[in-house]
């Protein structure tokens, strides 16, 4: 638990095969919605993908913004 507190992007790269094989997984099921005259269809497998990337930028914003990063950065440019 200590770890997860100390690095919170580690739980976002824990999710990331979850969600994956959930879109894997789910069949052929899609999810629909319409706007004004448009309908858009989205597979499952489709929003897995999309959430999985999303928090694999997450994860990778939190981990390079941790302090220690942060002044290794800074030391790199000066």
């Excluded at 597979?43 to 959430?51: D, G, P, V």
């Amino acid at each position: 638990m200590r770890k997860l507190v100390e690095k919170p992007y580690l739980i976002f790269f824990i999710l990331i095969p979850a969600i994956l094989l959930f879109g894997i997984l789910s069949g052929d099921s899609t999810l629909s919605f319409m706007v004004k005259d448009t309908y858009f269809v989205l597979a499952n497998s489709q929003i897995a993908i999309l959430f999985s990337e999303l928090f694999g930028i997450i994860g990778i914003g939190i981990g390079v913004n941790t302090p220690t990063a942060v002044i290794a950065l800074i030391s790199l440019w000066l």
